[in-house]
């Protein structure tokens, strides 16, 4: 009876025991790889701070996801270059906050044909987006170290077709006008005329201008973003939101 007890007490024991993932918690789900977290907080990006604030155009949204904003913003971690604020990239210029962007680029209004126009370089993350949706892109940096940091990334990134120079964006790319949108990354005293001039019938200025009076509820804003839009008799004036971009330097602060 002693062998017998014995022989049952080693069985039970083995049963008990059974196999690791019997008895252990299931292994938690791996961290994402770092390319993928980026990915998921580029799209939270559009998610919540785009569409829940109104940008609609869908191709516009489109090129915010796919973008990685993480690549124009060296400065800061690549995670928090998704935040919802702008990011310092050197010499005292910013990366737009990400809302600035799809808005300024929505109100330019983009197709696929178009020939588009930015001043103020930067890092080269607005031109991205706008040659996620343009056919050519030209684009002036009066700081030539930023623009020629940014060429290097455009054209690491495949953008062939986005042209970058250093330069005074106050008189615009004569050569290369008529443009069918221009957009200014940068706060202007007043609407420099040879931008306008270079709007074809149709095209589009966005571009933020500085405002003696602000909205008190924009605490910290000082210019206003407006839309210049070209027609057969003149320029009609689309005035929108209180904004707060670097200031535009150069010639303009000359006039």
């Given at each position: 009876?002693?062998?017998?007890?014995?022989?049952?007490?080693?069985a039970?024991?083995?049963?008990?025991?059974?196999?690791s993932?019997?008895?252990?918690?299931?292994?938690?789900?791996?961290?994402?790889?770092?390319?993928?977290?980026?990915?998921?907080?580029?799209?939270?990006?559009?998610?919540?701070?785009?569409?829940?604030?109104?940008i609609?155009?869908?191709?516009?949204?489109?090129?915010?996801?796919?973008?990685?904003?993480?690549?124009?913003?060296?400065?800061?971690?690549?995670?928090?270059?998704?935040?919802?604020?702008?990011?310092?990239?050197?010499?005292?210029?910013?990366?737009?906050?990400?809302?600035?962007?799809?808005?300024?680029?929505?109100?330019?209004?983009?197709?696929a044909?178009?020939?588009?126009?930015?001043?103020?370089?930067?890092?080269?993350?607005?031109?991205?987006?706008?040659?996620?949706?343009?056919?050519?892109?030209?684009?002036?940096?009066?700081?030539?170290?930023?623009?020629?940091?940014?060429?290097?990334?455009?054209?690491?990134?495949?953008?062939?077709?986005v042209?970058?120079?250093?330069?005074?964006?106050?008189?615009?790319?004569?050569?290369?006008?008529?443009?069918?949108?221009?957009?200014?990354?940068?706060?202007?005293p007043?609407?420099?005329?040879?931008?306008l001039?270079?709007?074809?019938?149709?095209?589009?200025?966005?571009?933020?201008?500085?405002?003696?009076?602000?909205?008190?509820?924009?605490?910290?804003?000082?210019?206003?973003?407006?839309?210049?839009?070209?027609?057969?008799?003149?320029?009609?004036?689309?005035?929108?939101?209180?904004?707060?971009?670097?200031?535009?330097?150069?010639?303009?602060r000359?006039?």
């Amino acid at each position: 009876m002693g062998r017998l007890h014995l022989a049952i007490g080693i069985a039970l024991l083995v049963l008990a025991c059974g196999t690791s993932s019997e008895r252990t918690n299931p292994t938690p789900a791996a961290a994402p790889e770092p390319s993928e977290a980026l990915t998921m907080s580029r799209e939270a990006m559009v998610t919540e701070q785009l569409e829940k604030r109104g940008i609609r155009d869908a191709r516009v949204l489109e090129a915010m996801r796919k973008v990685p904003r993480h690549v124009y913003a060296p400065k800061v971690e690549p995670e928090r270059a998704y935040e919802d604020s702008p990011q310092p990239i050197g010499h005292r210029q910013t990366i737009s906050q990400p809302y600035i962007v799809a808005l300024m680029t929505e109100l330019a209004k983009v197709d696929a044909k178009a020939r588009v126009l930015e001043i103020g370089t930067g890092s080269g993350y607005q031109a991205a987006v706008l040659g996620e949706l343009a056919a050519e892109v030209y684009s002036i940096e009066i700081v030539p170290e930023l623009a020629t940091q940014a060429a290097a990334v455009l054209a690491q990134q495949g953008y062939s077709h986005v042209h970058v120079r250093a330069g005074d964006g106050y008189a615009g790319w004569p050569e290369q006008a008529p443009f069918d949108a221009i957009v200014v990354t940068a706060g202007a005293p007043r609407v420099p005329q040879a931008l306008l001039d270079q709007l074809k019938v149709g095209g589009r200025l966005v571009i933020p201008v500085d405002q003696s009076e602000v909205d008190w509820r924009y605490l910290g804003a000082s210019q206003q973003l407006e839309v210049h839009v070209r027609t057969e008799d003149g320029f009609d004036r689309i005035a929108g939101i209180p904004v707060r971009f670097v200031p535009m330097t150069g010639e303009v602060r000359k006039k």
